[in-house]
């Protein structure tokens, strides 16, 4: 990205910088879609970079909007479920066991 004379210096993101990305990522582009996609780029982070004027003291980090929390239950052991019940709708049974179709 080269450095451009303003009053505060911003990166400009330049056709090569896209060409090396789709590189990197192994994306096929048309040579037509260059343009578009180096101003979509430079949009993307000219908002960004709106985004960093901010003023973000005394902001906490937010991880998740909603207030998250873990909601299984705990791993205590209990009595299993009557093998005959469990099997009871399967299609195929070997013994206490599902019998499934070999896969190779």
Known sequence: MKETENRTQKKVITGEDILHVVQLARIDMEENELE???????RILGYVNKLQELNTDGVD????????????????????????????????????????????
Not at 36 to 42: D, F, I, N, S
Not at 63 to 86: A, G, I, Q
């Open 36 to 42: 578009k996609y180096t101003q979509e780029m430079e």
């Open 61 to 104: 980090a937010t991880f998740f909007t909603y207030p998250l929390f873990n909601v299984f239950r705990e791993d205590e052991p209990r009595e299993s479920m009557n093998p005959d019940e469990v099997l009871a709708n399967a299609p195929h049974r070997q013994d206490n066991y599902f019998r499934m179709p070999p896969i190779i």
